[in-house]
Structures are given as structure tokens and as C-alpha cells.
């Protein structure tokens, strides 16, 4: 069975930075494709960031270019995403996902496994 458990969530005030971790089991981590999404309240869940295997690969929504990114440790089974410069409209629940295909997808229903969300509050 696979896990993923977020951490790294918190206030901060505007221009501030955060590190979301994700730590997977149950399943090879080095195989998956690991995407971040958000979702803020009474607002659809969004793409965020995501990485391909060996983590060469990665994609961003047009709202975090240049500011957030996104990394992995396989050895580590853990995801990662930077996030410099935050904004009062990053404030959202994020949550780690992953899928075993092969390419990096944007949109939620893409993902077999989600986990638990982690809060980022970015005050002005």
C-alpha cells in the first residue's frame, strides 16, 4: 500500500520562503512521477509542480515559475518543493500525488495516490 506524508506547512508572512517534503513507501519511489497540487478553499484543486523519474524532468504551473521548485531524493524516497518569494495567493492546502507512468500529467485525476495536505498560509 502506498503512503505519502507531507510536511513542512506553516504561516509566513508575504516574500517569505517554505520547504514542503513528501516522503513515500509502499512501492518503488524511483519509478513514480511525483506531482505537488493546491487547493484553496471553495477552489478546484490545481497543478502545482511535478517531477519525472530521475529528476531532470520537471514541469510548473505559469503562477510559480521562478519561484517554487521542485526536487527528489530516491534515495531518500522524498519529494520535495522550494518555495521562495510566496505570495498571499499561494495560500492553500498542498498535496503530494503520484502516479506510476511514465510521463509528468497536470491533472489530478492522473494520480493514484494523494497524500494528507499540508497548510501554507502566506499572511500580507
Known amino acids: 500500500q502506498v503512503q505519502l506524508v507531507e510536511s513542512g506547512g506553516g504561516l509566513v508572512q508575504a516574500g517569505g520562503s517554505l520547504r514542503l517534503s513528501c516522503v513515500a513507501s509502499?512501492?518503488?519511489?524511483?519509478?513514480?512521477?511525483m506531482g505537488w497540487f493546491r487547493q484553496a478553499p471553495e477552489k478546484e484543486r490545481e497543478f502545482v509542480a511535478g517531477?519525472?523519474?530521475?529528476?531532470?524532468?520537471?514541469y510548473y504551473a505559469d503562477s510559480v515559475k521562478g519561484r517554487f521548485t521542485i526536487s527528489r531524493d530516491n534515495e531518500k524516497n522524498t519529494v520535495y518543493l522550494q518555495m521562495n518569494s510566496l505570495k498571499p495567493e499561494d495560500t492553500a492546502v498542498y498535496y503530494c500525488?503520484?502516479?506510476?507512468?511514465?510521463?509528468?500529467?497536470?491533472?489530478?485525476?492522473?494520480?493514484?495516490?494523494w497524500g494528507q495536505g499540508t497548510q501554507v498560509t502566506v499572511s500580507s
Open positions: 500525488a503520484a502516479h506510476w507512468g511514465v510521463v509528468v500529467r497536470t491533472t489530478p485525476n492522473d494520480y493514484d495516490y
Open positions: 517531477i519525472g523519474w530521475i529528476g531532470s524532468a520537471t
Open positions: 509502499g512501492r518503488t519511489f524511483s519509478r513514480a512521477i
